[in-house]
């Protein structure tokens, strides 16, 4: 890991500074530096909201945990997984004459084969190259290329959080920390080719999670200037507090202002959305940061937001007492909301109400 090279900042500047450190990469674009820094300096006592996934990290934490499940082979036993759980309909077919329930039946197949051999004494390593787990592997990530295809958005957001059905939220949890620690810190933000052997199924899959220093940054000056940070995020709630209340890792957020997906309520982790609960999916996080934090405010809405894509543009676009909307850019569609929303920042610059930011993507060897 290299060392971060302070700046030496002149007693005159203000106290505020949202970049105190140096890599090779992105750090804060000079215009939005300077505009956060003004909501920072006039804010206190309001607070601010962000999305997680590509927006307070790099990548996804989700597909990171995902990641982990499948190349640890660490799906629970009880029930027995069929890798179906959360989807609504699996007689649709998921390619012409396969079925979901086909597909989902061939991957309970190869996976208690490769379990058979890992509780056999078997490693990881020798199983990575059989010809078994790599069709594994390829046919879960097609999975869920396809599943947005299938259905609508929302399933996909059950499907692959709901992969830890059967742990209790303790188990689940620690397995979170593991992928944590595997995925956190890697040398770059990789991507690799998942390809079966008999070259049917195959995609490109991105490993590695990474917390910049520069948005670490932002939550502490936040906490220092009396702006409350708040997560709403679309993945599970369980898996985004490892993180984001981490100390250390993360920004150490109090679990009570982390708000994500919610399953029922049970011993183990049942793959159904809380049915009281406002689920924060694109206009779901206006409605949770409504009903769940606004009050704590007076009624009053985030004078911060920052998100990265589609579904975080009701929450940057519902707020009149908004300061600032702060978008993280990850090269989305310029035809899509969100892209819409990055040209009028780029037109209007610090004087509107979006500001744009290009993704603090660690380059190779920079961590």
């Known amino acids: 890991m290299r060392r971060f090279r302070r700046l030496l900042i002149a007693a005159a500047l203000p106290l505020i500074c949202l970049s105190c450190s140096q890599r090779d990469g992105n750090t804060w674009d000079p215009t939005v530096y300077k505009a956060l820094k003004a909501v920072l300096k006039d804010s206190r006592g309001r607070y601010a909201v962000f999305d997680f996934d590509k927006t307070s990290i790099v990548h996804d934490i989700s597909q990171a945990l995902w990641v982990y499940q499948i190349e640890h082979l660490e799906f629970a036993k009880a029930p027995e997984h069929l890798f179906m759980d959360g989807i609504p309909d699996s007689g649709r077919e998921i390619y012409p004459g396969l079925t979901l329930a086909a597909f989902g039946s061939g991957l309970k197949a190869e996976y208690d084969s490769l379990r058979t051999m890992l509780d056999a004494g078997a490693s990881l390593g020798d199983i990575h190259s059989t010809p078994t787990y790599l069709d594994f592997r390829a046919k879960m990530h097609c999975l869920l290329c396809r599943m947005d295809g299938i259905f609508e958005r929302n399933i996909s957001y059950l499907w692959m959080p709901g992969l830890l059905a059967g742990y209790t939220e303790e188990q689940a949890r620690s397995l979170v920390k593991d992928a944590i620690r595997e995925h956190l810190g890697k040398d770059r933000i990789a991507v690799e080719d998942w390809k079966s052997p008999d070259g ?10 990474f917390f910049s220093p520069e948005m670490k940054k932002l939550y502490r000056e936040m906490k220092r200037s009396g702006i409350d940070a708040y997560v709403c995020s679309a993945s599970l709630e369980l898996i985004v507090e490892e993180l984001a209340c981490d100390p250390v890792l993360g920004p150490g957020l109090p679990p009570e202002r982390v708000f994500g997906l919610r399953f029922v309520p049970s011993d183990t982790l049942r793959v159904s959305f809380d049915p009281d609960y406002p689920q924060p999916m694109g206009s779901g996080k206006v409605e949770c940061i409504k009903e769940c ?3 704590e405010y007076g009624g009053r809405g985030p004078v911060l937001v920052a998100g990265d894509s589609n579904g975080d543009v009701p929450m940057l676009s519902s707020f009149s007492d908004m300061a600032k909307g702060l978008i993280i850019d990850v090269g989305r569609n310029p035809d899509s909301p ?8 780029r037109t209007e610059g ?4 979006y500001l744009l930011q290009t993704s603090f993507v660690p380059s190779e060897g920079s961590i």
């Open 200 to 209: 049917l199924w195959e995609g490109r899959v991105e490993r590695g999670i």
């Open 350 to 353: 610090a004087a509107g109400t």
């Open 338 to 345: 969100i892209g819409r929303l990055a040209a009028r920042a």
């Open 293 to 295: 934090i606004a009050p």
